[in-house]
Nanobody, 118 residues
Framework: QVQLVESGGGLVQPGGSLRLSCAAS????????MGWYRQAPGKQREVVAV???????NYADSVKGRFTISRDNAKNTVYLQMNSLTPEDTAVYYC????????????WGQGTQVTVSS
């Protein structure tokens, strides 16, 4: 049983920055991976960035060099620092954790709206 609580979404101008946070609570076992996914209207949900409990990161090509994912394992919190935002980044951003046990268990946050507009 895992709960994810997101914060930090909102409206930002093109070129601006925003930081998303997601705190996980419950039975957080290792190894695991926490990440951010996003879904724009009419589009499929896509991975933005993921970070393993060991600190390994992966980014979507569209955000490399602009976004940085990090985590605080003591707090079971993952962050997404978003810089140089463009309207193409507008989407609902979802926090996710994948816990690798005998099976893979997925948990999702409620989603937070990020709107990039002037």
């Amino acid at each position: 049983q895992v709960q994810l609580v997101e914060s930090g979404g909102g409206l930002v101008q093109p070129g601006g920055s925003l930081r998303l946070s997601c705190a996980a609570s419950g039975s957080i076992f290792s190894p695991n991976a926490m990440g951010w996914y996003r879904q724009a209207p009419g589009k499929q949900r896509e991975v933005v960035a993921v970070i393993s409990s060991g600190g390994s990161t992966n980014y979507a090509d569209s955000v490399k060099g602009r976004f940085t994912i990090s985590r605080d394992n003591a707090k079971n919190t993952v962050y997404l620092q978003m810089n140089s935002l463009t309207p193409e980044d507008t989407a609902v951003y979802y926090c996710n954790i994948k816990i690798y046990s005998r099976a893979r268990y997925d948990y999702w946050g409620q989603g937070t709206q990020v709107t990039v507009s002037s």
